[in-house]
């Protein structure tokens, strides 16, 4: 849905440097999910985030992944010191509320490639 | 944690045929929404079910919500090749905080 803005589309990085991936969610909407989509899958939770917060961050790998939402500005999903493995379209959806009926809008994704 | 499986894995038909796709589930979901997704997309989503036996049509396209709530189809009548894509059904994990994802159908409808 273009009201979800994510960027870069595409990103690719060599291995051992930082991705940063960005999202601004629709107007309104302060709650913000990511999502990890390897190649003919389904989609991943990785982390829920509200306004300042992180709510359910239980998909997202211990170590070298970090997501945060500020007060102003867009959320970040960081991964440093990216490996191959990393490679995967990533998606960011926003709400009005948590999920239960509501309907979440998704961003275009960004496609990262480790190379 | 609450999975649901998707089934074909892959499907291609030629236009004007009909099909049928499955989303199952051993666990109860509050609520089971469709999206639709192409290529260098993200997901758009196409209907949420909400009640036991439910059925909702949207154009060509008949969802159905199980009597139990843990399972899913999607009927689309006369397929065209506009309705290629990537089919995926998801559902509130129990905590509602995360909204868990089959892994999908892809559909190709061949003219």
């Known amino acids: 849905n273009a009201g979800v803005m994510q960027n870069p589309r595409h990103l690719v990085r060599r291995r051992g440097q930082e991705a940063r991936l960005r999202c601004s969610p629709m107007?309104?909407?302060?709650?913000v999910y990511w999502y990890r989509q390897l190649p003919e899958e389904g989609l991943k939770f990785m982390v829920y985030?509200?306004?300042?917060?992180?709510?359910?961050e239980s998909g997202m790998p211990k170590e070298r992944f970090s997501a945060e939402f500020p007060k102003e500005g867009p959320s970040i999903l960081r991964i440093q010191q990216v490996v191959r493995g990393d490679s995967a379209a990533y998606f960011c959806?926003?709400?009005?509320?948590?999920?239960?009926?509501?309907?979440?809008?998704f961003g275009q994704g960004t496609r990262l490639t480790v190379v | 944690t609450q999975l649901l499986e998707q089934s074909p894995q892959f499907l291609s038909i030629q236009e004007g045929e009909n099909l049928t796709v499955y989303c199952n589930s051993s666990?109860?979901?509050?609520?089971l929404q469709w999206y639709r997704q192409e290529p260098g997309e993200g997901p758009v989503l196409l209907v949420t079910?909400?009640?036991?036996?439910e059925v909702k049509k949207l154009k060509r396209l008949t969802f159905q919500f199980g009597d139990a709530r843990k399972d899913s189809s999607l009927h689309i009548t006369a397929a065209q090749p506009g309705d290629t894509g990537l089919y995926l059904c998801?559902?509130?994990?129990?905590?509602?905080?995360?909204?868990?994802f089959g892994s999908g159908t892809q559909l190709t409808v061949l003219p």
């Open positions: 959806a926003s709400s009005p509320t948590g999920w239960g009926n509501t309907e979440a809008f």
């Open positions: 107007k309104g909407h302060s709650h």
């Open positions: 985030l509200q306004k300042e917060n992180i709510i359910d």
């Open positions: 666990s109860v979901f509050s609520s």
């Open positions: 079910v909400v009640t036991g036996g």
């Open positions: 998801a559902g509130p994990s129990g905590s509602a905080r995360q909204l868990t």
